[in-house]
């Protein structure tokens, strides 16, 4: 029995060795089958950039790079105070990343500033000659110089409004800023008229031992400057990411269905809300295809008068001649008639009409 069994022992070893050899023979020309489809892919062109998915449940994307544009001019966007408006330099051979901290050469000598355009191509048209070069990318000694120079400025605010208040000038300090190799020290302020502070200067230049500059700014650039919150509870828009002000109407807020209340679409600035203009497009785009209150459309149920519009909503109220109740319609459902000037010159002729 024993022998019988060693056996069948032996030949299930067989068995299962074979079994194996041929798995590492199947697995091992699986393996030459898929390296050798690898090898027969191509390779991937310079002007392709493959983009990975970051969640990792996509294929990676490959976007081809931008093409040189023709008498192009490679630049990159810096600016020098968070949410202040980006300006050109020569980046002179050196490949800058949005976020760095650079070294470049202004008209007011070297500063510090922060990369947030990288290094690409714009037509010449759009550049401001002179551009000016890169000058390296800021070491730490640079960058421990930039935060005494913040120290220096914290320290000269009080001695200026000292000495504003000995020179008895109305001048409401806003910022004060030394230049990165502070060769001068600029002030701003806002004032209600002009103000005469040339004795000023002088004392001030001698105090601080550098050039002097005093800068008058408006009440926006100024809440630029101090920051804060807004009346939705967010920072305010021009601090927070608004390089440039743009014109605001009174025009955007009435197009938008906004109260004219003064109040409620004016910012702490006294002026008109920033945020109007943004959503300025949408509403001009969806007013074009919706009749204005006070415009006779046709509808499947009759004539009426428009008497409420919703524009985003591509929707109008309208209140119907023959049965005198109002019903919601949908733009498309409608036919323009006539408009309002239209329909106010029809009742106009009707009473002169009458009238004769």
Do not use: W
């Not at 990343?97 to 690409?120: D, F, M, Q, S």
Request: with cysteine; aromatic share 6%.
């Amino acid at each position: 029995m024993s022998e019988k069994n060693n056996n069948k022992n032996n030949k299930k070893r067989r068995y299962f060795n074979r079994n194996r050899h041929k798995k590492k023979k199947e697995n091992g020309a699986e393996a030459e089958i898929e390296s050798a489809e690898v090898a027969s892919e191509p390779e991937q062109s310079s002007d392709e950039v493959v983009i990975d998915d970051p969640i990792g449940d996509e294929t990676p994307v490959t976007v081809k790079a931008p093409e040189p544009i023709e008498d192009g001019v490679d630049i990159v966007g810096v600016n020098f105070r968070p949410a202040a408006k980006i300006y050109y330099f020569d980046p002179a051979g050196k490949v800058c990343k949005i976020g760095e901290k650079v070294i470049v050469e202004t008209a007011r000598g070297y500063e510090l500033g922060v990369v947030k355009i990288p290094n690409r191509q714009i037509p010449a048209s759009e550049v401001v000659p002179p551009l000016r070069p890169i000058v390296r990318t800021a070491t730490k000694d640079d960058i421990e110089r930039a935060r005494a120079n913040r120290a220096l400025e914290a320290d000269a605010r009080p001695i200026f409004k000292k000495m504003a208040r000995e020179h008895n000038l109305d001048m409401h300090l806003v910022d004060a800023e030394y230049a990165f190799d502070n060769s001068k020290l600029t002030f701003y302020y806002t004032s209600e008229g002009r103000v005469d502070f040339r004795e000023l200067v002088r004392d001030l230049a001698g105090v601080f031992k550098t050039r002097i500059e005093l800068r008058q700014i408006g009440i926006r650039d100024e809440t630029k400057m101090m920051g804060g919150l807004g009346t939705c509870g967010k920072p305010y828009c021009c601090a927070e990411f608004l390089t440039d002000f743009v014109q605001v109407s009174i025009k955007m807020a009435k197009e938008q269905n906004f109260s004219l209340n003064s109040a409620k679409i004016s910012g702490s600035c006294g002026r008109l809300m920033c945020c109007l203009r943004y959503e300025h497009e949408a509403y001009e785009s969806a007013l074009a295809t919706t009749p204005a209150v006070g415009s006779v459309v046709k509808t499947a149920s009759g004539n009426g008068l428009v008497v409420e519009a919703r524009p985003l909503l591509q929707m109008i109220k309208v209140r119907l001649e023959e049965k005198d109740e109002i019903k919601l319609f949908t733009c498309e459902e409608v036919k323009l008639l006539r408009t309002p000037k239209q329909e106010k010159a029809r009742k106009n002729e009707e009473k002169d009409e009458q009238k004769e």
